[in-house]
């Protein structure tokens, strides 16, 4: 088998990894992975990665914090997933260390990092940030200032902390990093590699200009020059007291010609302003968003995938923790898992705190990387 995918919710990191283990070397009959990608709750997060490396030392081992969890072996709010891709893959793995100050300064790097590769075609660039920083948009300033120009496709996720309170970190051949960006250029030997962006929300006719924010922030203070919550208040037609429930069901879409990249609320100031989870920027343009049809947009998106590589080899499935809370709400957390299973071959999947992709740092959003 060309990869694999391991599933346990065993209570402690050492059965854990033993059940993941047996899993992987019987599928993979003994042998040695190219690349391991693993996730985990960030009480195992540690002591897993440490004997990721000790078990595989001659593969790539990635590991993110995440939660809720699912992949083509199970689904489930306190797990271990984990997939292992044995050949067909190059790879050139790093990390972007203490990521608050200067990502920049790692520019050469990973140029260097990226030029090691044989050939740039069918490649992809796969990152994990941590979060609490707001680092994003810095660190995809600096993927942007690299690898733009050889048209190399990004993706990416925020990792979320679940297990110990605001804690998110990331690991690379089992060194445990909390204020960092792990990332790897993946080239497909043996085919294309597609990334798609999905989306639950459908634009409304409600259409503003942020023309006062604060960047750093992430905080919009006016939108078409009037207070934030006033405007959106209105425009919803709803109490402002009441305006925090409607935000959340009611994200903004940040129209970029013809792409639409959702932010998340965050909260409403005492002073009027509201913070996302995204930056916006001056003068830029939104839309209130609303709920779509679960079933189309998800059957539309396979339909995509199947007309432009048929059923994948494997995918890797990064899911916003909004959207994963989402459909446990409603009662269909089983259904989106068992529409991966049908539609995208084996698949490893993780819920983020944020999503990137095309240099954007966005929410609400599900990002499949699929490889033909």
């Not at 059940?19 to 997060?45: H, R």
């Not at 432009?308 to 809370?325: A, E, L, M």
């Amino acid at each position: 088998m060309r990869s694999t995918v391991a599933y346990s919710e065993k209570l402690t990191a050492s059965e854990a990894f033993e059940e993941i283990c047996v899993k992987i070397e019987n599928d993979t009959a003994g042998v040695c992975p190219a690349v391991i990608l693993f996730a985990s709750d960030g009480v195992m997060f540690a002591e897993l990665s440490k004997s990721f490396r000790e078990k595989f030392h001659d593969s790539v081992i990635i590991g993110t914090t995440s939660g809720p969890f699912f992949c083509s072996e199970g689904n489930g709010q306190k797990a271990v997933n984990a997939m292992a891709v044995t050949d067909g893959l190059e790879i050139a793995a790093g990390v972007i260390t203490d990521i608050k100050k200067n990502p920049m300064s790692f520019s050469g790097e990973i140029a260097a990092k990226m030029n090691s590769l044989t050939s740039k075609e069918n490649c992809c660039l796969l990152e994990f940030c941590t979060a609490f920083t707001d680092s994003e948009e810095r660190i995809m300033d600096t993927f942007r200032f690299v690898i733009a120009d050889e048209r190399i496709p990004l993706a990416g996720s925020t990792a979320w902390g679940v297990g110990t309170e605001n804690n998110s970190m990331v690991s690379l051949n089992g060194e445990v990093f909390e204020s960092a960006c792990v990332y790897a250029f993946i080239r497909n030997v043996r085919g294309k590699i597609l990334i798609l962006k999905e989306n639950m929300y459908m634009p409304t006719v409600h259409h503003l200009v942020a023309t006062d924010v604060d960047c750093d922030e992430r905080a919009v203070y006016e939108f078409n020059n009037r207070p934030a919550v006033v405007e959106i208040a209105n425009a919803l037609k709803v109490p402002i007291p009441d305006l925090k429930d409607h935000l959340l069901e009611h994200p903004l879409g940040r129209i970029s010609k013809d792409k639409v990249y959702i932010t998340d609320f965050d909260r409403i100031r005492p002073d009027g302003s509201i913070t996302y989870r995204a930056r916006i920027y001056n003068h830029s343009k939104v839309v209130l968003m609303e709920p779509n049809n679960y079933d189309k947009v998800w059957n539309r998106t396979a339909q995509n995938v199947n007309n432009k590589i048929g059923k994948p080899s494997f995918t890797i499935v990064i899911n916003c923790i909004s959207r994963t809370r989402l459909f446990l709400e409603k009662g269909r957390f089983s259904d989106f898992a068992d529409v991966l299973s049908n539609s995208y071959g084996t698949y490893w999947g993780i819920s983020g705190m944020g999503e990137q992709y095309d240099f954007v740092h966005m929410n609400q959003t599900m990002l499949l990387i699929a490889f033909e």
